[in-house]
């Protein structure tokens, strides 16, 4: 089982809270925030934000440390979560180094996509009737979303190929009801 110090190093800073002997610094919030998704990040630039997401920073470290001591860490479906909830960010961690390395996009592959799928870029009106398409330049960002989306999933689809046929993985299909 992870104890927080072992999960969460000390992070330097200035002090901003305590809660009973523990202190959180500018570093352990700064930390916390790039947790985040881009576009919560981005909400969390003035002064008040900061101080409510700390405000709820804590409340989650007082409730994580009173399941604590209620014995939660030791229950059952705890301990089955965190070790999924491990697997899946292990998972995640491998599929973001081994397919980033893969996956590079050029001007040339872009505008190749764009060609090649024209029909995914249409404008429509209010009653959805398509009333064209998008220049490149237009769906450019969306075009360019999608390709990279494209080839991560043939390099996971390849990567996974790649795992199967190393590991002799058999998969009885007629067993399956």
Do not use: C, H
């Not at 999960?7 to 790039?34: C, H, M, N, Y």
């Amino acid at each position: 089982m992870l104890e927080p110090d072992e999960a969460k190093p000390k992070r330097p800073g200035t002090v901003i809270a305590i809660i009973g002997k523990r202190k959180i610094t500018t570093g352990d919030l700064e930390f916390e925030i790039s947790q985040l998704p881009p576009y919560v990040k981005t909400q969390l630039r003035e002064q008040k934000k900061k101080i409510d997401f700390l405000k709820s920073y804590i409340a989650t470290e007082l409730l994580y440390d009173t399941a604590k001591r209620k014995g939660l860490d030791r229950d059952k479906e705890v301990i089955e979560s965190a070790y999924q909830a491990k697997k899946n960010i292990m998972v995640q961690k491998l599929l973001q180094e081994e397919i980033s390395n893969e996956v590079s996009v050029k001007e040339e592959d872009v505008e190749l996509y764009y060609k090649a799928n024209k029909d995914n870029y249409t404008e429509t009106d209010e009653q959805g009737n398509v009333i064209g398409i998008k220049s490149l330049e237009d769906a450019k960002m969306q075009v360019m979303q999608d390709l990279i989306q494209e080839k991560q999933k043939q390099a996971y689809e390849r990567l996974v190929e790649r795992m199967i046929r190393a590991e002799s993985v058999q998969i009885f299909e007629d067993k399956i009801e």
